[in-house]
């Protein structure tokens, strides 16, 4: 969230685990690895496949802005009462398959729950509609979420404070 003039502007970038999901050779996609590495991003933040362990895809990226979009309206993800560290990044997992996205998504935009529901169905290499999602994204904003000032804030950075 940014500060002062900018206090109601979110700027969500990191590009600190980002690769190329086309291969530079061959302009393909890249092949789907199911055990290609270990977690890869925040736990509470990152897509099932990257507990898991497999190659990220567009998807996933998706799957882990609604997480954060979901922080920010709620303040809260289930799934942060569990520590983080290695010995329950598998509880976390499991509660992220386990969670009815319905029931993640309770009390918030309908939108959410449409796009993570979407994301999920996408397969590996498939193109998300960047469009459907950014319709459902702009058309959040309505009555049903929350106003900024109903939003516990913390004093540095004016992030929702669980």
Same mark, same amino acid.
């Given at each position: ?54 190659? #990220?895809? %567009?998807?996933?990226?998706? &799957?882990? $802005?609604?997480?954060? !979009?979901?922080?920010? +309206?709620?303040?809260? @993800? ?16 499991? #509660?992220? %398959?386990?969670?009815?996205? &319905?029931? $993640?998504?309770?009390? !918030?935009?309908?939108? +959410?729950?449409?796009? @993570? ?46």
């Amino acid at each position: 969230m940014g500060i002062g003039d900018q206090s109601l502007t979110t700027f969500i970038i990191d590009f600190g685990i980002a690769k190329r999901y086309c291969d530079s050779d061959t302009g393909g996609h890249i092949p789907f690895r199911q055990a290609a590495r270990c977690l890869t991003g925040t736990p509470a933040f990152t897509s099932i496949n990257s507990h898991m362990g497999a190659e #990220l895809g %567009q998807h996933d990226d998706i &799957e882990s $802005l609604v997480y954060v !979009l979901i922080y920010f +309206l709620r303040g809260s @993800l289930p799934w942060l009462q569990i520590k983080q560290n290695g010995s329950t990044r598998s509880s976390i997992l499991k #509660l992220k %398959q386990k969670i009815i996205v &319905e029931t $993640l998504c309770s009390s !918030l935009p309908c939108e +959410l729950s449409t796009i @993570l529901l979407y994301t999920r169905m996408l397969s590996f290499s498939e193109t998300p509609d960047y469009d459907y999602i950014r319709s459902l994204l702009r058309s959040l904003g309505g009555d049903s979420v929350p106003e900024v000032e109903s939003i516990v804030r913390d004093k540095l950075y004016g992030l929702p404070c669980p």
